[in-house]
């Protein structure tokens, strides 16, 4: 059976007053009425039912997101004791679905993009199952819209098939965050996709993989298993996992992994990972401004205020973002909102947990 | 004797958002622990005893301004139901000073302007009363630090006598706020002060120059005066003071009085009219910034952070005011600060009083 797993397990530290340690950016209403990690399942539900949901994340960022989707079951969210990066966490997540169906499919899907057309999304999910039924491993391409060098790459090699509206090609290579004319000769040239962190595989086919790449990991999520629908399963996880080594999945195996296939996509894909990206997604009044909360402004242009009860007014700004929260507030220029995250390191330094 | 009036009516919507309406700029801390009003009586304490200190202001202001200085008697505020500008509210003083003291000296001062030396204001204050006993209307001018459009201006006509440290000089004229060229040129030419605001007369003088100029106001005081002290004070103030037309003393007495003196004071006198204002008042780092509150800035300069409990962060912020409140918050450029009375405009236009 074809099961989803959405990785809930990062902080969004770029969204920062927003996020926070115990508020990660999946669990907040950042586009629209609903929060990403609730969008993140929505948008799964015509094509998976509830029971074959399943979330995996840190312990303490449970409670808040199973709250938000009280139509999953509890037994479907996979907890990590501390977050050990995607490779440990889908591996965790690959033992517990070959428990519940040893031939299973699982696609590992995100929550902290936003996807514009769900319907066009849900069947590249359908086509890639069947080509990840043969083994492959499949990972989703999003077709670039800018030589962005915020993201990894993929380059595609020899086209495999065609489906209903996506071509599937060979991986060539998988290439790390690029300079900007690395980028750009990169999107001109047509036979790259960005990597969006989604794959689809069958369960044994993946834990195959981590053995064989990653041996070190696959005996510490043996041990896991072992222990799995038993009493020390809790006490045996929180043993092993802090042990494990970070490892990300594009590193430790998609990178040498054979049979790897790409599926470039154009399914309104936008990482929604700095309030500069937001810019993009959130409409716009005719001055360029996105006000969320109450505003009051004096020739103020291009500018985000995302508020919340507190009145933000502005006099003269622009090109800024103005985040509000109940104990913290921003100001950045729009153009530096990846310098947020060295405001939340200084917090780590300073020890000012209050605000982390 | 000799009497201080504090006039404390006004609401310095420049402050904005931390004056409101019911929380008047005098009532603030903007520099240093106490407020400015606490800090208008402290420094009169060595020259008046608090029975002879007595505060014009507004009914809805007054709970506040008593609490802060409970060496006051409360029978020592003077409170008008609605503000009328200073010539009422120094007329209704005048009347209450009269029944009190017949024969009584009082200056005018106020309580939102802060005084560097404030021995040397009591020095002028002391001289100042000595000359006021003869019959004189005193002015205190401010020797001008630049040429501020600002305020009003007295230009200086004979000199009439040297006090200690001090010149007396008869007044040529008032000036209304000029424009930048006029401003220069009476800076330039030595012969001008800042208009102050502050005032030292006998109390019968001030109140014969009302009568021959303001009759209609001298009539309604009288209406009044002839209540003082009885059951029906604050039935016949309540139902004389909207009718009470609206007028400054320099409008509606000074210009056309006689006997006008003025002594230009070197006191270390500023204006806390605006943000901007504070930005000369306030110490400032080696990047120029001014943090009053919990801040966090990366690459910030110039800049103004008035907050109180929450964190603000900054990066990349230049030349810029942050002012954040429980419930309101503003961001706007350094020169731009006069702005801030429009979005107050703006918020009684959209009727949004709880900001207010």
Same mark, same amino acid.
């Given at each position: ?32 009425? $609903? ?8 948008? @799964? ?12 994340? $840190? ?9 938000? %989707? ?13 977050? $050990?990066?995607?490779?440990?966490? =889908? ?14 499919i ?25 080509i990840a039924a043969d083994g492959n491993l499949v ?62 595989w069958r369960?044994d086919r993946i834990?195959n993989e =981590?053995? $064989? ?45 054979s049979d790897?296939l ?18 993009? @997604? ?7 401004? =996105? ?29 800024? %973002? ?35």
């Open positions: 059976m074809y099961h989803a797993l959405i990785m809930a397990g990062g902080s969004g530290t770029r969204l920062w007053p927003l996020s926070r340690s115990n508020r990660s950016k999946q669990s907040l209403k950042l586009v629209g009425d $609903r929060t990403m990690f609730q969008q993140a399942v929505d948008r @799964l539900m015509p094509l998976f039912p509830p029971e074959r949901i399943c979330v995996v994340t $840190r312990e303490v960022q449970s409670p808040l997101l199973a709250s938000q %989707v009280p139509d999953l079951p509890v037994t479907n969210f996979i907890l990590e004791p501390i977050g $050990r990066g995607t490779a440990p966490a =889908i591996g965790l997540a690959a033992i517990h679905l070959r428990q519940r169906d040893p031939g299973g699982m696609a590992v899907l995100t929550a902290d993009h936003f996807i514009a057309q769900p319907e066009r999304f849900l069947q590249v999910l359908r086509d890639a199952a069947l990972t989703l391409g999003i077709k670039p819209s800018s030589a962005s060098t915020g993201f990894g790459y993929i380059q595609q090699g020899k086209r495999l098939a065609d489906l209903e509206g996506f071509h599937v090609f060979h991986v060539e290579k998988f290439i790390e965050k690029p300079d900007q004319e690395t980028a750009s000769r990169m999107v001109n040239s047509g036979d790259y996709s960005w990597n969006s962190g989604m794959f689809i369960v834990l =981590i053995e $064989r790449q990653m041996p070190e990991l696959f005996e510490q999520l043996s041990q896991v298993e072992a222990s799995l629908g038993k009493p020390e399963y809790a006490t045996v996880l929180s043993r092993v996992w802090p042990q494990v080594t970070q490892q990300t999945i594009d590193y430790g195996v998609m990178e040498h992994a790897v790409v599926i470039p996509t154009d399914i309104g894909w936008t990482d929604v990972g700095s309030w500069g990206s937001l810019f993009e @997604l959130l409409p716009a009044d005719q001055e360029g401004n =996105i006000f969320i909360g109450p505003c009051l402004e004096i020739d103020t242009h291009n500018t985000l205020v995302f508020g919340d009860k507190r009145l933000v007014a502005t006099i003269g700004v622009q090109d800024m %973002v103005i985040v509000d929260t109940e104990d913290a507030l921003l100001v950045c220029p729009k153009s530096r909102g990846q310098e947020v995250r060295e405001i939340v390191e200084k917090l780590k330094e300073n020890k000012q947990s209050k605000w982390l």
